[in-house]
């Protein structure tokens, strides 16, 4: 089954210069329901959150966590691969 980490930030990365940008506020490892999602992306879930990922782009294209929507400003990631 597929699956993704995905990290929450209390900010969008375009927004601040890396050195200013702290550490993830939670993180999440989702997978994949078999749904579609709003967003025609496939539907991921795990620790209360639900997110629609485009998995070629590794994108995070809707996301809700604990059944909210996260604030605006704040951005959700998938952590990259390990090489």
């Known amino acids: 089954m597929e699956r993704f980490e995905i990290e929450i ?28 999602g709003a967003s025609g992306h496939p539907r991921y879930a795990g620790e209360g959150v639900v997110a629609d990922i485009d998995p070629g782009s590794r994108t995070v294209e809707a996301i809700t966590i604990d059944g909210a929507e996260i604030e605006d400003g704040w951005s959700a990631r998938i952590t990259p691969r390990e090489s």
């Open 9 to 36: 930030f209390p900010f969008n990365v375009q927004d601040m210069a890396a050195d200013a940008r702290g550490p993830a506020v939670r993180s999440a490892v989702v997978e994949a329901t078999g749904e579609i």
